[in-house]
Protein backbone atom coordinates (compact mmCIF):
# COMPACT_ATOMS: atom_id res chain seq x y z
CA UNK A 1 0.00 0.00 0.00
CA UNK A 2 2.79 2.04 1.20
CA UNK A 3 4.45 1.24 -2.37
CA UNK A 4 1.20 2.43 -4.57
CA UNK A 5 1.02 5.93 -2.57
CA UNK A 6 4.87 6.57 -3.11
CA UNK A 7 4.56 5.80 -7.08
CA UNK A 8 1.28 7.46 -6.81
CA UNK A 9 2.85 10.78 -5.45
CA UNK A 10 5.70 10.35 -8.06
CA UNK A 11 3.29 10.06 -10.59
CA UNK A 12 1.35 13.41 -9.75
CA UNK A 13 4.86 15.33 -8.91
CA UNK A 14 5.79 14.43 -12.95
CA UNK A 15 2.34 15.88 -14.20
CA UNK A 16 2.56 18.87 -11.63
CA UNK A 17 6.22 19.50 -12.41
CA UNK A 18 5.16 19.52 -16.54
CA UNK A 19 2.17 22.16 -15.63
CA UNK A 20 1.52 25.67 -16.83
CA UNK A 21 4.68 27.90 -17.91
CA UNK A 22 5.47 30.55 -15.35
CA UNK A 23 3.99 34.27 -15.79
CA UNK A 24 6.82 35.02 -14.09
CA UNK A 25 10.27 36.83 -16.03
CA UNK A 26 13.05 35.15 -16.44
CA UNK A 27 16.52 36.59 -16.44
CA UNK A 28 19.90 35.11 -16.30
CA UNK A 29 21.88 38.24 -15.23
CA UNK A 30 21.42 39.22 -11.43
CA UNK A 31 23.30 42.30 -12.48
CA UNK A 32 20.56 44.06 -14.64
CA UNK A 33 18.71 44.27 -12.07
CA UNK A 34 20.85 45.01 -9.20
CA UNK A 35 24.10 46.58 -10.41
CA UNK A 36 27.39 46.02 -9.06
CA UNK A 37 26.28 43.42 -7.18
CA UNK A 38 29.07 41.13 -7.25
CA UNK A 39 32.01 43.55 -7.39
CA UNK A 40 32.46 43.07 -3.44
CA UNK A 41 34.79 40.02 -2.37
CA UNK A 42 32.86 37.13 -0.03
CA UNK A 43 33.38 34.06 2.17
CA UNK A 44 31.02 31.18 2.68
CA UNK A 45 32.39 29.35 6.19
CA UNK A 46 29.90 26.36 5.77
CA UNK A 47 29.36 24.73 3.08
CA UNK A 48 28.13 21.07 3.77
CA UNK A 49 24.41 20.51 2.22
CA UNK A 50 21.73 18.37 2.66
CA UNK A 51 18.44 18.21 1.82
CA UNK A 52 16.01 21.29 3.52
CA UNK A 53 18.97 24.06 2.31
CA UNK A 54 18.70 26.34 -0.08
CA UNK A 55 19.11 23.41 -3.39
CA UNK A 56 21.74 25.84 -5.35
CA UNK A 57 24.93 26.82 -4.31
CA UNK A 58 24.88 29.82 -6.44
CA UNK A 59 22.12 31.30 -4.70
CA UNK A 60 23.72 30.94 -1.15
CA UNK A 61 26.55 32.96 -3.17
CA UNK A 62 24.11 35.84 -4.56
CA UNK A 63 22.17 36.08 -1.13
CA UNK A 64 25.78 36.67 0.61
CA UNK A 65 26.82 39.47 -2.09
CA UNK A 66 23.12 41.10 -0.97
CA UNK A 67 24.29 40.81 2.78
CA UNK A 68 27.34 42.28 1.81
CA UNK A 69 25.65 45.42 0.40
CA UNK A 70 24.69 45.98 4.03
CA UNK A 71 21.43 48.45 3.09
CA UNK A 72 19.86 47.36 6.48
CA UNK A 73 18.94 44.39 8.64
CA UNK A 74 18.66 40.59 7.21
CA UNK A 75 15.22 38.62 7.93
CA UNK A 76 15.61 35.29 6.88
CA UNK A 77 12.55 33.12 7.08
CA UNK A 78 13.56 30.62 8.33
CA UNK A 79 17.09 28.96 10.01
CA UNK A 80 16.34 25.53 9.12
CA UNK A 81 19.94 24.55 10.78
CA UNK A 82 21.54 28.12 9.86
CA UNK A 83 23.55 26.72 7.08
CA UNK A 84 22.41 30.14 5.52
CA UNK A 85 22.34 31.99 8.43
CA UNK A 86 25.79 31.74 9.12
CA UNK A 87 27.18 32.51 5.64
CA UNK A 88 25.21 35.48 5.71
CA UNK A 89 26.43 36.87 9.03
CA UNK A 90 29.90 35.71 7.50
CA UNK A 91 29.74 39.02 4.89
CA UNK A 92 27.22 41.31 7.09
CA UNK A 93 29.11 44.61 7.84
CA UNK A 94 30.30 44.77 11.19
CA UNK A 95 27.89 46.47 12.75
CA UNK A 96 25.14 44.44 10.26
CA UNK A 97 22.56 41.93 11.82
CA UNK A 98 20.59 38.78 10.68
CA UNK A 99 17.36 38.30 12.53
CA UNK A 100 16.47 34.43 11.92
CA UNK A 101 12.84 32.70 12.57
CA UNK A 102 12.70 29.12 13.04
CA UNK A 103 10.15 26.40 14.57
CA UNK A 104 11.86 23.73 14.03
CA UNK A 105 8.69 22.14 11.98
CA UNK A 106 10.31 18.45 11.33
CA UNK A 107 7.61 17.15 9.30
CA UNK A 108 6.17 19.65 6.68
CA UNK A 109 5.35 17.39 3.88
CA UNK A 110 4.52 20.44 1.33
CA UNK A 111 5.77 19.06 -1.67
CA UNK A 112 5.07 16.71 -4.49
CA UNK A 113 6.48 13.74 -3.12
CA UNK A 114 5.87 14.35 0.90
CA UNK A 115 8.71 14.51 1.58
CA UNK A 116 10.54 15.57 5.30
CA UNK A 117 13.64 17.47 6.15
CA UNK A 118 14.69 14.70 8.97
CA UNK A 119 15.33 15.52 12.50
CA UNK A 120 17.60 18.90 13.08
CA UNK A 121 18.61 21.63 15.65
CA UNK A 122 17.49 25.41 14.65
CA UNK A 123 20.47 27.03 13.93
CA UNK A 124 23.11 24.35 15.05
CA UNK A 125 25.62 25.41 12.27
CA UNK A 126 26.11 28.83 14.28
CA UNK A 127 25.89 27.62 17.53
CA UNK A 128 29.54 27.43 17.94
CA UNK A 129 30.56 30.11 15.42
CA UNK A 130 32.98 32.70 16.05
CA UNK A 131 32.23 35.00 18.40
CA UNK A 132 32.01 38.45 15.65
CA UNK A 133 29.72 36.23 13.69
CA UNK A 134 27.35 34.74 16.70
CA UNK A 135 26.70 38.34 17.93
CA UNK A 136 25.83 39.07 14.42
CA UNK A 137 23.08 36.70 14.63
CA UNK A 138 19.61 37.14 16.47
CA UNK A 139 17.39 33.83 16.61
CA UNK A 140 13.51 33.86 17.58
CA UNK A 141 12.26 30.17 18.05
CA UNK A 142 8.52 30.73 16.59
CA UNK A 143 5.97 30.33 14.12
CA UNK A 144 6.88 32.74 11.64
CA UNK A 145 3.13 33.44 11.51
CA UNK A 146 2.96 34.40 14.96
CA UNK A 147 6.00 36.52 15.67
CA UNK A 148 5.48 40.37 16.15
CA UNK A 149 8.22 42.24 14.06
CA UNK A 150 6.37 45.16 13.16
CA UNK A 151 9.67 47.04 14.97
CA UNK A 152 11.35 45.95 11.88
CA UNK A 153 8.99 47.53 9.53
CA UNK A 154 10.28 49.65 6.37
CA UNK A 155 13.53 48.74 7.84
CA UNK A 156 14.75 45.35 6.25
CA UNK A 157 17.70 45.44 3.47
CA UNK A 158 17.27 42.15 2.23
CA UNK A 159 14.25 39.62 3.40
CA UNK A 160 14.65 35.81 2.25
CA UNK A 161 11.26 33.96 2.32
CA UNK A 162 12.31 29.79 2.55
CA UNK A 163 10.87 28.74 5.32
CA UNK A 164 7.61 26.52 5.59
CA UNK A 165 6.51 26.13 1.99
CA UNK A 166 2.61 25.15 2.46
CA UNK A 167 0.44 27.68 0.62
CA UNK A 168 -0.78 29.79 4.20
CA UNK A 169 2.73 29.89 5.67
CA UNK A 170 4.18 30.99 2.07
CA UNK A 171 1.15 33.69 1.89
CA UNK A 172 2.17 34.77 5.58
CA UNK A 173 5.77 35.05 5.26
CA UNK A 174 5.41 36.90 2.07
CA UNK A 175 2.90 39.50 3.64
CA UNK A 176 5.34 40.14 6.45
CA UNK A 177 8.50 40.52 4.01
CA UNK A 178 6.69 43.45 1.97
CA UNK A 179 6.13 44.55 5.18
CA UNK A 180 9.36 45.12 6.82
CA UNK A 181 11.61 45.65 3.21
CA UNK A 182 12.65 49.24 3.10
CA UNK A 183 12.32 51.43 0.16
CA UNK A 184 15.02 50.38 -2.40
CA UNK A 185 15.33 46.62 -0.22
CA UNK A 186 15.06 43.39 -1.68
CA UNK A 187 12.98 40.28 -1.35
CA UNK A 188 13.99 36.86 -2.18
CA UNK A 189 12.21 33.54 -2.42
CA UNK A 190 13.88 30.00 -2.86
CA UNK A 191 11.65 27.09 -4.36
CA UNK A 192 9.33 28.73 -6.89
CA UNK A 193 8.86 25.65 -8.84
CA UNK A 194 6.12 23.15 -9.09
CA UNK A 195 7.52 20.71 -7.10
CA UNK A 196 6.46 23.11 -4.07
CA UNK A 197 3.07 23.84 -5.67
CA UNK A 198 2.39 26.14 -2.14
CA UNK A 199 5.27 28.76 -3.03
CA UNK A 200 4.64 28.81 -6.71
CA UNK A 201 0.48 29.58 -6.34
CA UNK A 202 1.62 32.21 -4.07
CA UNK A 203 4.13 33.94 -6.40
CA UNK A 204 1.99 33.64 -9.18
CA UNK A 205 -0.63 35.58 -7.57
CA UNK A 206 2.03 37.95 -6.18
CA UNK A 207 3.39 38.92 -9.96
CA UNK A 208 0.16 40.35 -10.70
CA UNK A 209 1.01 43.04 -7.90
CA UNK A 210 4.06 44.13 -8.40
CA UNK A 211 7.13 43.03 -10.97
CA UNK A 212 9.70 39.65 -10.13
CA UNK A 213 12.04 38.13 -11.62
CA UNK A 214 13.15 34.29 -11.69
CA UNK A 215 16.63 33.52 -12.18
CA UNK A 216 16.45 29.62 -13.08
CA UNK A 217 20.28 29.62 -12.51
CA UNK A 218 20.05 30.54 -9.22
CA UNK A 219 16.58 28.99 -8.60
CA UNK A 220 15.58 32.05 -6.75
CA UNK A 221 12.83 34.59 -7.45
CA UNK A 222 13.55 38.90 -6.52
CA UNK A 223 11.35 41.69 -5.94
CA UNK A 224 13.39 44.96 -6.14
CA UNK A 225 12.66 48.56 -6.43
CA UNK A 226 16.07 49.52 -7.32
CA UNK A 227 15.38 49.60 -11.28
CA UNK A 228 15.88 53.43 -12.15
CA UNK A 229 12.82 55.13 -12.96
CA UNK A 230 10.53 52.50 -11.73
CA UNK A 231 7.65 53.58 -9.53
CA UNK A 232 7.59 51.80 -6.35
CA UNK A 233 4.97 49.69 -5.15
CA UNK A 234 3.18 50.35 -2.12
CA UNK A 235 4.45 47.34 0.02
CA UNK A 236 1.72 47.28 2.60
CA UNK A 237 -1.08 47.66 -0.47
CA UNK A 238 0.48 45.07 -2.31
CA UNK A 239 0.25 42.59 1.35
CA UNK A 240 -3.31 43.80 1.51
CA UNK A 241 -4.21 42.82 -2.43
CA UNK A 242 -2.00 39.35 -1.99
CA UNK A 243 -4.03 38.76 1.30
CA UNK A 244 -7.57 39.46 -0.08
CA UNK A 245 -6.75 37.18 -3.00
CA UNK A 246 -5.04 34.12 -1.76
CA UNK A 247 -5.98 33.89 2.34
CA UNK A 248 -8.60 36.54 4.00
CA UNK A 249 -8.70 34.77 7.39
CA UNK A 250 -5.16 36.17 7.32
CA UNK A 251 -5.79 39.45 6.86
CA UNK A 252 -4.89 40.69 10.72
CA UNK A 253 -1.50 39.88 9.94
CA UNK A 254 -1.05 43.63 8.59
CA UNK A 255 -4.43 45.24 9.99
CA UNK A 256 -3.67 48.86 10.67
CA UNK A 257 -0.95 48.64 7.63
C1 LIG B 1 13.42 24.63 3.55
S1 LIG B 1 13.81 24.56 5.25
C2 LIG B 1 14.57 26.14 5.40
C3 LIG B 1 15.94 26.19 4.80
C4 LIG B 1 16.74 27.40 5.19
N1 LIG B 1 16.08 28.63 4.76
C5 LIG B 1 18.14 27.33 4.63
O1 LIG B 1 18.52 28.21 3.84
O2 LIG B 1 18.87 26.39 4.99
C6 LIG B 1 12.22 24.76 5.98
C7 LIG B 1 12.16 25.19 7.44
O3 LIG B 1 10.85 25.72 7.64
C8 LIG B 1 10.55 25.63 9.01
N2 LIG B 1 9.13 25.92 9.15
C9 LIG B 1 8.09 25.29 8.54
N3 LIG B 1 6.92 25.89 8.86
C10 LIG B 1 7.24 26.93 9.69
C11 LIG B 1 6.49 27.94 10.35
N4 LIG B 1 5.15 28.01 10.21
N5 LIG B 1 7.14 28.84 11.13
C12 LIG B 1 8.49 28.79 11.26
N6 LIG B 1 9.25 27.86 10.67
C13 LIG B 1 8.64 26.95 9.88
C14 LIG B 1 11.05 24.26 9.39
O4 LIG B 1 11.28 24.19 10.77
C15 LIG B 1 12.34 24.18 8.54
O5 LIG B 1 13.44 24.58 9.30
Redesign the pocket.
Known amino acids: MRRVRTLARRLLGRRALAGAPSPIQTSDDPEVLLPGLYERTITLGYTRWRW???YNDQALVFLCHLAADGTGPVV??????G??TYNLALNLPVDGEVLT??????H?PSNVEGKT?GS?V?GECFLGAPPDVRSRIRFIQ????QVDLSNLYDRAGLV?V?????HD?CVSDTVLALRLVRPGGVIVW??YTPYWPGVKETLDALVRLVPLTHYPRLGLVVYADRRPGAASADPAAVARALLSHAAPSAEGRIRGG
Open positions: GHLEFVTFDRTIDAGVVDYFPSDSRIDGGHAVDD
